[in-house]
């Protein structure tokens, strides 16, 4: 579907070689008995993983061909973000999962605090006890301690202890990972945007486990610098310049159906503010306070809808609005996802009333079957930015 984008130089095969990379790397690090941590939330810490010579491996699944083993256990009307993880897991057909040796798990949503009892009768799983909010003093102490517990935990299963020094190493190097994530969004930030939505998504992707990071980074920088020099032909800037440029936001783009029609229907997604764009790598932990303080503030502060009251997220969306020059909004709301779902109105509420610009949600699953349903939608939102 994307190849019919004009110019585009970055794509699934691309990913898939870093994946490939990755993967590789993974299962010899994992041979010589280095611990592989499967996380499924923005708010665990991967610095604290890294530290302890562990390698975090995200699991959220974007595929609905795990639906039938999930459904066995799991109700059929569930996001299908947690059944496909679920399914994943619980049939054996998610080889990241298969070599993880342990999860850590956030308790955010209710489908999936739930989902992660099932799923530690598979695999030892530890949770992460997220407070509720992140407007209290009192939330940003017990987070901190609950980090604190997190570490003895890490230590005791990867048998290393996690120095200080470490934890700053990785402090440093994931900062330096998300200033790098930053700049290929802000490659969008001109009158004219340079990358597409689905470049952003596979340039800035960790391609599953994060075991190389120094590498990524540099191939990162490769492809800003493949980006500027395809933004010198006039043709190319010329095509761009017509698209509506789009911000996408609310559930995790782990299936890639709507990000991809968007684009197929001639706009341009500039940025995106969900769990792997800039909800989570638009901030920096501190280098300065002491490091687990630190890593408790940035991570409390992610702005996901499962957090009450969420404003931090109506304030990031209205910076990129203004930050990529955006003319409307897309929401993607994952089907029964509550959390989200009701946090639309919220949003619809800062983007067209504060910000004075379009916005359309879209309730979706990961099947084909509303394809059609969906074209005609974003085909009649983007008639009307144009
Ligand atoms: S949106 Fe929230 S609950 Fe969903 S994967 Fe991201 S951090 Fe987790
Ligand atoms: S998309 Fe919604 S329901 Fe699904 S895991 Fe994320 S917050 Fe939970």
Redesign the pocket.
């Known amino acids: 579907m994307e190849k019919t984008l004009p110019g585009l130089l970055f794509d699934q095969a691309y990913l898939k070689t870093i994946e490939d990379r990755l993967y590789a790397r993974a299962v010899e690090e994992s041979a010589m008995g280095r611990k592989i941590v499967g996380l ?4 665990t810490p991967k610095e604290i993983v890294a530290a302890a010579g562990a390698i975090p491996v995200s699991l ?1 699944a974007g595929t609905e061909d795990s639906f039938p083993a999930a459904e066995a256990h799991l109700p059929v009307n569930l996001c299908p ?1 947690i059944k496909s993880s679920y399914g994943h897991a619980v049939a054996d057909t998610c080889p990241y999962f298969h070599m993880a040796d342990f999860l850590l798990a ?1 308790a ?2 209710d489908g ?1 605090k739930k989902m992660f009892e099932l799923l530690s009768r598979i695999k030892p799983l530890q949770m992460l006890l997220l407070p509720q909010s992140a407007d209290h003093e009192e939330s940003l102490e017990s987070w901190e301690k609950e980090l604190y517990r997190i570490m003895a935990f890490l230590e005791e299963r990867t048998g290393n202890p996690i120095t200080r020094e470490n934890l700053e190493k990785q402090i440093a190097l994931y900062n330096r990972l998300r200033t790098t994530i930053e700049r290929v969004y802000l490659l969008n930030s001109g009158t004219i945007p340079k990358v597409f939505g689905s470049e952003l998504d596979v340039i800035t992707s960790m391609g599953g486990f994060e075991c190389d990071l120094e590498t990524r980074i540099l191939e990162m920088e490769s492809a800003m610098e493949q980006i500027e020099q395809r933004a010198v032909s006039t043709a190319f800037l010329d095509q761009m310049k017509k698209r509506p440029k789009i911000l996408l936001t609310g ?2 783009t782990t299936n890639k159906k709507v990000l991809h029609l968007i684009e197929k229907k001639g706009a341009v997604v500039v940025a995106m503010e ?2 792997g764009g800039l ?1 989570s790598n638009s901030r920096r932990v501190s280098q300065t306070d002491e490091p687990l303080h630190a890593l408790a503030e940035k991570y409390l502060n ?1 702005a ?3 957090m009450s009251p969420n404003t931090a997220r109506l304030t990031l969306i209205e910076d990129l609005i203004n930050g990529y020059g955006v003319d409307g909004v897309i929401e993607l709301t994952w089907s029964a996802c509550h ?2 779902n009701v946090e639309a109105f919220q949003v619809q509420e800062a983007v067209m009333d504060r910000c004075d610009k379009p916005y359309l949600q879209l309730l979706t699953d990961y099947s084909q079957n509303d394809i059609g349903q969906l074209e005609t939608r974003i085909e009649a939102f983007l008639e009307m930015l144009c």
């Open positions: 499924y939330c923005a708010f959220c973000l956030d955010t949503c999936k559930c995790p969900t769990c909800k992610t996901c809808a499962c959390t989200y």
